[in-house]
């Protein structure tokens, strides 16, 4: 019998489990690490200091517009590493799947991730598989961790940021939030958009061999660009300040925001990085991005200044000012 | 494309000038209600704020509908979704406003069928795809929403839908406007009109209120640009001392609005005195289903057992709404009262005064 929808008894350990585990995901997933099947895996690590990190996965639609959940789980958490200025290497990868879940879905899913993996240059080596019943969860969910190592010399963190240094962002905003959420609405948007889920863990590597000035990087996901900032100037006592005409987004995100009364800084991104930089480093780093397929666009939208700390000012195209705070709850798409 | 069009309008330099104009042009002290949320959202969105004068004060009005809809009527939101066999459809701002005793986002969680829609129509979806169930559509805005619920209205009756029903607690604008002239703590010099409910009803719907008050009326669009252009017009008529009802957003709204908008939506509706948070009872300014649609009104398909009304202690809402307070004024404000944790409604809605104070001006801004 031919598997074609996830049953209960595919969680449950026995033969079922199996077969889902051998005929369904070490072809697509395999890797002498992972074929092994131990209760883990053991590998030896670069010299280094090791990031460490984890993430877990929940989107509607499962597949969307430039990517689906898995590349997501994959992407998501090679990023959440390299901002700790690593090089990502290995990633568990654990599946928490609603009973009824198609098979062809799951190996889509899964060929998103073998996909992303080889992208992004990491290997999937451990792995679980859990089946609950149907209404127990909204049919996949994926938990990814991730370690990786971070050279001699490399000193990031999100306390780092001073006076002085430029803020620098890879490239437009909104885009995948704006996508998960025109599918959702079934707006008829979605041909004009796509999410920009991609790793970064190469941009990041090439932005730390151009120069040794990178104080903050940050990954502005949920919450958005202006979520990231405040949270960069609260941990660095810092204020920032950016240019609203500086932030680059693509016309037809900017025209969704608009109708559905969403402010696009707090719009998640899953491809986008921030980096606060020493101002001489600026055209360096800026070069760096550049050079990377995911930072063609790399521009500076500010710096950091010595006001208030935990503030984040935006001037405005029109050349007023205003505050840029924290998002509070999720954005809801407003009564017109 | 629209977009180009937006941004020519957001144009820095055009904003600059009119920026500048204002500035060059105020010497009276004037008293401006922006009486739209999605207008309040944009002036403090773009700081416009920082622009203008101190001559100028802008006052946010109770043009955010979330804000203006009774708490009676977010309780009874609340009481359908706990209807057996109920799904409760609603636009996404209403999901946080706190009832007497509970939010839909917490009737949600409990585990009622509560759905966000992006249209009218899309409940009208839910109803055909869920033929035993009831769907209510709870039926919150002005002018500008009013007509798109009036043809789904329309759609279910041509339909023959028994299952698919409205809570109406839509409102009309100049009858606000009035309600505000008339109260003693309420001083306002002019207007700034709403764009997209002008649309809809034309700048002529507000001659009489003009007419009675003789105080600068001026319809505006959105984008900087146009609040900008609409407040410069405000100021040369204040100077002149020639005060007039005035369009300047001509490239969307006509004299006489849109006709057959205005055709649907007084054959579904008719008005009704309605209860409207911080301005009281106003006659006239409801619209309830019309006796021929009567059938698709929620207040006659259920009978609801509703707790007594009560507004949250302390907040401010109702004064804020009418301009007699600011935001920073309310004890409530920033402590008690955030966008994560809202007492009242002005807090809850994105297009609120509160939220929009909290996000955009806290601790700075002149205002």
Not at chain 1, 188 to 212: F, W, Y
Not at chain 1, 264 to 284: F, M, Q, R, S, T
Not at chain 2, 54 to 78: H, K, M, N, R, Y
Request: proline residues 6%; negative net charge.
């Amino acid at each position: 019998m031919t598997l074609e929808t996830i049953l209960l008894d595919h969680g449950a350990g026995g033969k079922l489990a199996h077969r889902l585990t051998t005929e369904v995901m070490l072809p697509i997933l395999g890797n002498p690490i992972l074929d092994g099947l131990h209760d883990g895996a053991v590998f030896d690590l670069p010299a280094g200091r090791v990031a460490f990190s984890t993430d877990t996965y929940t989107v509607t639609p499962l597949f969307f517009p430039g990517g689906s959940i898995g590349d997501l789980a994959v992407n998501g958490t090679v990023n959440d590493v390299a901002m700790c200025g690593a090089r990502p290497i290995f990633l568990s990868l654990a599946l928490v799947i609603e009973e009824g879940l198609a098979v062809a879905d799951l190996e889509r899913i899964l060929n998103d991730v073998a996909a992303a993996a080889r992208r992004a240059q990491v290997a999937v080596v451990t792995g679980d598989t859990k089946v609950v019943p149907r209404g127990a969860a909204d049919k996949i969910f994926i938990n990814t961790a991730g370690v990786g190592v971070v050279a001699e010399g490399v000193n990031i963190g999100g306390h780092r940021a001073r006076p002085g240094d430029k803020v620098l962002l890879s490239g437009t905003i909104a885009d995948h939030g704006m996508t998960i959420m025109t599918q959702r609405a079934d707006l008829g948007l979605a041909l004009e958009m796509q999410s920009d889920s991609a790793p970064l863990n190469r941009m990041v590597q090439r932005m730390l061999a151009a120069a040794e000035g990178i104080h903050v990087l940050r990954d502005p996901t949920r919450g958005g660009l202006g979520t990231a900032l405040c949270e960069i100037a609260l941990q660095s006592r810092v204020a920032i300040r950016i240019d609203e005409s500086a932030v680059p987004i693509q016309p037809a995100v900017a025209g969704a925001c608009e109708l559905l009364g969403f402010d696009p800084l707090y719009v998640a991104n899953e491809g986008k990085l921030i980096a606060a930089v020493a101002p001489e480093d600026e055209a360096a780093v800026l070069a760096a991005m550049r050079a990377d397929e995911h930072g063609r666009a790399a521009c500076t939208i500010g710096e950091v200044t010595t006001g208030p700390p935990g503030q984040v000012t935006l001037t405005t195209a029109i050349g007023g000012e205003r505050i840029v705070d924290m998002l509070a709850g999720e954005q809801l798409p407003r009564i017109c | 494309m629209a977009l180009k069009h937006a941004q020519e309008y957001r144009d820095a330099d055009i904003a600059r000038q009119l920026a500048a104009r204002i500035r060059a042009r105020s010497c009276r002290p004037v008293r401006l209600m922006e009486v739209c949320g999605t207008h309040t959202v944009s002036i403090f969105r773009s700081g416009l704020r920082s622009l203008l004068p101190e001559t100028v004060t802008l006052i946010s009005g109770p043009g955010c509908p979330v804000c203006v809809t009774d708490q009676a009527d977010i309780d009874a939101f609340v009481a359908l979704a706990r209807q057996p066999g109920v799904i409760a459809a609603t636009f996404g701002d209403l999901m946080r406003v706190p009832g007497t005793e509970s939010s839909l986002q917490r009737e949600r969680a409990a585990g009622r069928d509560v759905r966000i829609v992006y249209s009218a129509f899309d409940s009208l979806k839910l109803a055909r795809e869920n033929p035993d169930r009831q769907v209510v559509f709870f039926g919150v805005g002005f002018e500008t929403t009013a007509p798109t619920v009036a043809a789904t209205v329309m759609a279910a009756a041509e339909a023959g839908l028994e299952n698919f029903s409205v809570w109406s607690a839509h409102k009309t604008v100049p009858a606000a406007l009035e309600a505000l002239m008339g109260m003693p703590e309420v001083a306002i010099d002019a207007f700034l009109l709403p764009g997209h409910v002008s649309v809809i009803i034309g700048t002529e719907a507000y001659r009489s209120f003009f007419r009675r008050h003789r105080v600068p009326c001026v319809v505006a669009g959105f984008e900087p640009a146009d609040l900008l252009a609409a407040i410069a017009v405000i100021i040369d008529q204040v100077e002149s001392g020639t005060p007039a009802l005035a369009n300047a957003y001509p490239r969307a709204v006509a004299a006489d609005g849109n006709p057959k908008a205005r055709a649907v939506m007084s054959r579904v509706f008719a008005p009704v005195d309605a209860p409207w948070r911080g301005l009281g009872i106003i006659g006239g300014s409801g619209l309830d289903l019309a006796p021929e649609f009567a059938r698709f009104d929620a207040r006659r398909r259920f009978t609801l057992d509703l707790p007594v009304a009560v507004e949250p202690k302390g907040c401010a809402c109702g004064q804020i709404l009418t301009g007699a307070r600011r935001p920073p004024d309310c004890p409530l404000f920033g402590s008690r009262c955030t966008p994560m944790d809202p007492v009242g409604p002005c807090m809850v809605s994105s297009e609120g005064t509160c939220a929009a104070y909290y996000r955009y001006a806290r601790g700075g801004g002149h205002d």
